[in-house]
């Protein structure tokens, strides 16, 4: 089992920057994804973000060039630093890891951190 907290959320005008942090409770494999997720008022949780342990990342086309997402595999941590944000970044954010042992995935998320950027 593993237990996810988040951290770093808050309010920042458009154009600022935040950044997100999120630690992993619990054993975290070599093989499992870190990932953040972001749900808008009124809208569907989206996959923002991605890191494997080795590094690769991916990122959503809208953040691509604006957030980096970074991975301490000692730490067992996640954090996602957010810059230039937009109004349409406003969402909660959660931190997500992947598990696939066998072919069978497992899914664990944080609690959730509110980010508002107001225009």
Not at 1 to 19: D, H, K
């Amino acid at each position: 089992q593993v237990q996810l907290v988040e951290s770093g959320g808050g309010l920042v005008q458009t154009g600022g920057s935040l950044r997100l942090s999120c630690a992993a409770s619990g054993r975290v494999f070599s093989t499992d994804i870190m990932a953040w997720y972001r749900q808008p008022p009124g809208k569907q949780r989206e996959l923002v973000t991605s890191i494997t342990a080795g590094g690769k990342t991916w990122y959503e086309s809208d953040v691509n060039g604006r957030f980096t997402i970074s991975r301490d595999n000692a730490k067992s941590t996640v954090s996602l630093q957010m810059n230039n944000l937009k109004p349409e970044d406003t969402a909660v954010y959660y931190c997500n890891l992947l598990r696939e042992p066998s072919g069978v995935s497992f899914n664990f998320w944080g609690q959730g951190t509110q980010v508002t950027v107001s225009s």
